[in-house]
Nanobody, 127 residues
Framework: QAQLVESGGGLMQAGGSLRLSCAAS????????MGWFRQAPGKEREWVAA????????YYADSVKGRFTISRDNAKNTVYLQMNSLKPEDTAIYYC????????????????????WGQGTQVTVSK
């Protein structure tokens, strides 16, 4: 059964850095785009970043562009989200997700483009 497990969340002061990891199993994840989403208390889930199935293309929400970097290591079935210059508004539960269709990068910025989700990891940024 395909599964995603996030790790690396925690409490950080504003301006600090964290790296989230997402370990995948039960599927040939190298054939699928991967994405990171987040949900803050009282807010809807929002897309944060995505990486193409080949790893050759990356995409970012405007709110994190220039501060976050998504990458993948297909040999390790792991996707990363390096978060620098953290802000209090980055506080949320972060989820990784695997694309719905193999060899497709369509709908990378919407939840409908993904069909497998992790359980989430909490990131809290204090002022």
């Amino acid at each position: 059964q395909a599964q995603l497990v996030e790790s690396g969340g925690g409490l950080m002061q504003a301006g600090g850095s964290l790296r989230l990891s997402c370990a995948a199993s039960g599927r040939t994840f190298s054939n699928y785009k991967m994405g990171w989403f987040r949900q803050a208390p009282g807010k809807e889930r929002e897309w944060v970043a995505a990486i193409s199935w080949s790893g050759g293309s990356t995409y970012y929400a405007d709110s994190v562009k220039g501060r976050f970097t998504i990458s993948r290591d297909n040999a390790k079935n792991t996707v990363y989200l390096q978060m620098n210059s953290l802000k209090p508004e980055d506080t949320a539960i972060y989820y990784c997700a695997s694309g719905r269709t193999s060899y497709s990068n369509r709908y990378y910025d919407t939840g409908a483009g993904y069909d497998i989700w992790g359980q989430g990891t909490q990131v809290t940024v204090s002022k």
